[in-house]
C-alpha cells in the first residue's frame, strides 16, 4: 500500500508540474505581475480579514506542496508547525510588546526548531508510514498544548494576541491596512518555495521524488536532503501560522488539531500539487466558500468541501491550476503543430 501511494503521488505531481517548466520567459512573468497585482487588490473585492486568511491558507499550502509535490512526502501533521508558530507567535506579541512581524518570524524558527527532531525520524519512512509519523508526531503537540494551560490557556486558547507596529494605529487597528503590512511575510514564504523548487537543491528533490533509489545511486543523501526540504517547509507553515494567529487575535487548539492538517492537504491536492500556485488558488476556493456557507448559517460546511473533495480526485486529478496548465499546454500544441502543417504545405 506504502508503494502504491508513492507511486500515486509520483505520478500525478510529474504530470502538472509539467506544463509548468515549459511556460515561455515572457508568460511567466506576466502570470506573476497578473498573481501580485490580484494580491495586492484582494482586501479591495472582499472583506479584508478573508483575504488575510486566504494568503495565510494559501502559504499554508504551498509548504505542503513543496513536500508532496517536489518531493514525493505526504505530511499529514503539518498542523504541528503551523498551530505551533501561531503560539510562539502569540506569546511574543503578549509578553514583549514587540511588533507583530518579529513575534511571527520567532514562531516560524520555533516550527524549524521542532522540524529537526521530527523530520529526522519521518524521512526514514515513506508512504503512508511518513504521514503516520507526522501525524503521531502533531497529535503529541495537541496534547502539550493542551496540558500547557498556563502558557497556552488550554482550550480556551491565547487571546488578545496584539497587532503591535511601532504605534502605528491605522495598522494595528485596522483589517484593511494590517494585511499590506502582513503581506511581505506572506511573500517572503512565497519567494523561499519559489527559490527552493528553482534552485540545483529543488532539481535533486525533483530526482529523489522521481526515483529516490537512482538519486542515491549518484551519491546524493537523500535522507539529508529531506530533513533539510521538511525543516524549509516547516518554516514556511510557521509564518503562515503566525500571520494567521495575529490577524485573527487567538491561537488555539484548532490550529493544532488532526483537522487542520487535512484541510490543508486538501486545499492543496484542489489546486494542484507539484505547482506552487496551486496552493494559494485552492485556498481561495476552500476560505471563500467556507465564509459564504457560514454566512448564509449552513452548519454543515465539511459536507460540502468534502465533496467538492472527492469531485476533484475523481474527475480532475490534477487539480484546478494543473488541468488548466494542461488544457492551455494542449491548445499551445495543437497550435504549433498547425502552424507547422502550413508552414509545411
Not at 503578549?94 to 511588533?99: A, E, F, I, Q, Y
Not at 503521531?136 to 495537541?142: L, N, V
Not at 456557507?293 to 454543515?300: E, H, I, P
Request: net charge positive; hydrophobic share 55%.
Amino acid at each position: 500500500m506504502s508503494a502504491q501511494l508513492t507511486e500515486t503521488t509520483r505520478v500525478e505531481t510529474a504530470a502538472s508540474a509539467a506544463p509548468d517548466r515549459k511556460l515561455n520567459p515572457f508568460v511567466r512573468a506576466g502570470a506573476l505581475v497578473i498573481a501580485l497585482l490580484a494580491v495586492l487588490a484582494l482586501p479591495w473585492l472582499i472583506y479584508p480579514p478573508v483575504a488575510m486568511d486566504i494568503m495565510a491558507w494559501g502559504l499554508f499550502a504551498i509548504s505542503i506542496d513543496l513536500l508532496l509535490g517536489f518531493t514525493g512526502l505526504l505530511s499529514f501533521g503539518h498542523a504541528m508547525f503551523w498551530g505551533t508558530s501561531a503560539y510562539v507567535t502569540g506569546i511574543i506579541a503578549t509578553r514583549s510588546g514587540l511588533p507583530f512581524h518579529v513575534a511571527i518570524l520567532g514562531g516560524a524558527v520555533v516550527a524549524m526548531l521542532l522540524a529537526v527532531p521530527t523530520g529526522y525520524l519521518a524521512v526514514r519512512r515513506t508512504g503512508i508510514y511518513f504521514a503516520m509519523v507526522t501525524l503521531a508526531f502533531a497529535q503529541m503537540i495537541f496534547f502539550i498544548a493542551n496540558q500547557a494551560r498556563d502558557l497556552t490557556g488550554g482550550e480556551n486558547g491565547l487571546q488578545g494576541i496584539p497587532k503591535s507596529f511601532f504605534g502605528v494605529e491605522l495598522i494595528e487597528n485596522e483589517p484593511f491596512y494590517f494585511y499590506y503590512a502582513a503581506l511581505p511575510l506572506i511573500l517572503l514564504g512565497a519567494f523561499i518555495a519559489w527559490r527552493t523548487v528553482s534552485s540545483p537543491f529543488g532539481r535533486v528533490l525533483l530526482a529523489i521524488r522521481d526515483n529516490p533509489a537512482r538519486a542515491r545511486a549518484l551519491g546524493y543523501d537523500v535522507e539529508r536532503y529531506k530533513i533539510m526540504v521538511f525543516v524549509i517547509s516547516a518554516g514556511i507553515a510557521g509564518l503562515a501560522g503566525g500571520v494567521f494567529s495575529v490577524s485573527h487575535g487567538f491561537a488555539s487548539l484548532q490550529e493544532l488539531i488532526w483537522q487542520t492538517s487535512g484541510k490543508v492537504v486538501l486545499i492543496t491536492v484542489l489546486g494542484g500539487i507539484g505547482t506552487l500556485w496551486g496552493g494559494p488558488l485552492g485556498a481561495a476556493v476552500v476560505v471563500l466558500l467556507e465564509d459564504y456557507l457560514a454566512s448564509s448559517g449552513f452548519n454543515g460546511i465539511g459536507i460540502i468541501t468534502g465533496t467538492i473533495f472527492v469531485l476533484i480526485v475523481l474527475l480532475f486529478r490534477k487539480g484546478i491550476w494543473g488541468t488548466v496548465a494542461d488544457l492551455v499546454a494542449r491548445i499551445r500544441g495543437r497550435a504549433a503543430t498547425a502552424a507547422q502543417g502550413k508552414r509545411d504545405a
